[in-house]
Every structure is written in C-alpha cells, then in structure tokens.
Nanobody, 121 residues
C-alpha cells in the first residue's frame, strides 16, 4: 500500500512562510502527477499546486507568485514552499498523487492525511 506522509504545517502570521513536504512511502512507484489540495470546513477540496513527473507545473490563480511546488524524483518527495502567506490561505492541506492529471479530485489515486496551515492577521 502506498502512503503519502505530510509534514511542515503550522501557525504563522500574515506575510510569513511555510514549507510543506510529502514523502511517498515507496520508491517503486513514480506518480505522473503529484500536488497539493486544501480544504476549509464547509467547502470542497480545492486544487492548489501540482507538479508532473516529466515536466511542468500548475498553480491556482490564488497562489501564483507566492507558492512554489517542486519534486525530488529520486527521493519520491513533493514540496510546497509557501511565501507571503495570507489569512485566506488557512486550511487543511492535503498531498495528492495520481495519473496524468491529478489537478482534480477525480484524478487522484492516493491522498495524504492532511496538515493544518493557519495564518493569522
């Protein structure tokens, strides 16, 4: 069974930074698509940032210029560098992995347990 182990969440003030990590439990599988979703109570899970194994990244408009997603293919680890954080970034952040398109929930095959990010004003 493949597990996605997340870390790096926490509480910061507006304008601060956090770096999230997502480690895949096995190096046997190299997902074509990996990325991050976030969710707040009462709302659907929202795609945030994604990185493809071959090339390319995708970002939600709300985080462009502030967040950077990257993958260490050799170590099978995904990262999300979050800078200039805003209170509206507060959410539970979930690592996701799947096939060629995991930018929507239907394309996700594996989910992390979630890590809380809280940004105060």
């Amino acid at each position: 069974q493949v597990r996605l182990e997340e870390s790096g969440g926490g509480s910061v003030q507006a304008g601060g930074s956090l770096r999230l990590s997502c480690e895949v439990s096995t190096r046997r599988i190299r997902f074509d698509c990996m990325g991050w979703f976030r969710q707040v109570p009462g709302k659907e899970r929202e795609g945030v940032a994604f990185a493809y194994r071959t090339s390319g990244t995708y970002y939600a408009d709300s985080v462009k210029g502030r967040f950077t997603v990257s993958r260490d293919i050799t170590q099978n680890t995904l990262y999300l560098q979050m800078n200039s954080l805003k209170p509206e970034d507060t959410a539970m952040y979930y690592c996701a992995a799947g096939g060629s398109d995991c930018t929507v929930a239907a394309g996700v095959g594996s989910w992390g347990q979630g890590t809380q990010v809280t940004v105060s004003s």
